[in-house]
């Protein structure tokens, strides 16, 4: 009987040894080790500019909502204003908080789908859209614009993506030396347009072309309107069928050209004058129907072959 005793107690002993070798979240005493639960990644978008914004559940919960600047507002910097070597103001945001918040960040927010318009255009025709752009948080208690993150332009140079380290009013802004392209003249627009379609139609041969201009734009932007317009007539005068239509965006234009591809109405040839949206998205698309796709460079006057 006294052996059988040791031997149960030894059995036992090995097996509590077993148990805790084999439970690391647990002491010998049973009491759980804490662990650091893996952060979670949320997104959530905001009508204000539609920027979006990723971070964990808890500090987006603090955001009230995101307002783009106009240059107009008060809000809005100068280069002067900003410490370092800003040479332009290429768009400005405020993240509202909720009431009583004082911030949200750290750990950094990811900021996507910025509108930052014209100016990141001008930035790519200059050979600088690979170039960082800082961005400046505005620090109310001493009046300053120190440095809070990072941005660079997306494909689509209407758009910019970035991550900051607190959250405000925010200024992305460059520090290149930007020359400011001078603006073709009419009569230049209309012969580059007309090299151009004349280019097309020896590359592709179409026998139809789809013309697709903005149905909105800025009153600064290039004449799109027109711009189509001439576009149209120098096709038909190559006796070439033109489909001319006003769309709204890339995304819409992928829907629509997906939905003729399906009905068998596709043209031969795709003319993008104007229209902004995920460029890479619809670069996939035009693959994948194979269909030719050419889109309006507002600097150069031409059409370019994607």
Not at 296 to 305: F, I
């Amino acid at each position: 009987m006294k052996t059988s005793s040791v031997f149960t107690g030894v059995l036992l002993t090995a097996l509590l040894v077993s148990l805790t070798q084999c439970c690391p979240c647990c002491a010998v005493n049973g009491t759980p080790t804490p662990t650091t639960p893996p952060s979670k990644i949320t997104t959530r978008s905001f009508g204000g500019g539609d920027v979006t914004l990723k971070g964990d559940e808890e500090q987006l919960n603090k955001i009230a909502d995101v307002e783009l600047v106009p240059e107009s507002d008060s809000r809005y910097p100068q280069p002067q204003d900003i410490a370092g070597d800003v040479t332009k103001i290429i768009s400005v945001f405020e993240i509202k908080l909720k009431t009583g918040i004082k911030s949200v960040a750290p750990p950094s927010i990811t900021i996507e789908n910025i509108y930052v318009g014209q100016k990141g255009v001008d930035l790519k025709n200059l050979g600088l859209a690979h170039l960082p752009l800082p961005i400046h948080r505005f620090d109310p208690s001493t009046g300053t614009w120190p440095k809070a993150g990072e941005a660079r332009l997306k494909s689509d140079p209407e758009w910019a993506s970035g991550t900051i380290e607190k959250a405000s009013l925010l200024a992305i802004v460059s520090t290149a030396e930007i020359a400011v392209p001078t603006p073709l003249s009419w009569e230049e627009r209309q012969a580059r347009i007309f090299a151009s379609v004349k280019q097309v139609t020896t590359n592709e041969e179409p026998q139809t072309v789809s013309i697709l201009s903005p149905a909105i734009w800025g009153a600064e932007a290039p004449p799109y309107g027109k711009i189509a317009e001439s576009a149209a007539a120098s096709f038909m005068e190559q006796g070439i069928e033109v489909r001319s239509e006003s769309v709204s965006d890339f995304a819409v234009v992928r829907e629509k050209l997906i939905a003729e591809r399906a009905a068998g109405t596709l043209a031969d040839c795709v003319i993008l004058i104007g229209v902004i949206g995920d460029l890479d998205a619809l670069r996939e698309t035009m693959a994948e129907i194979g269909v030719p796709l050419y889109i309006y460079n507002d600097e150069s006057g031409y059409l370019d072959k994607q």
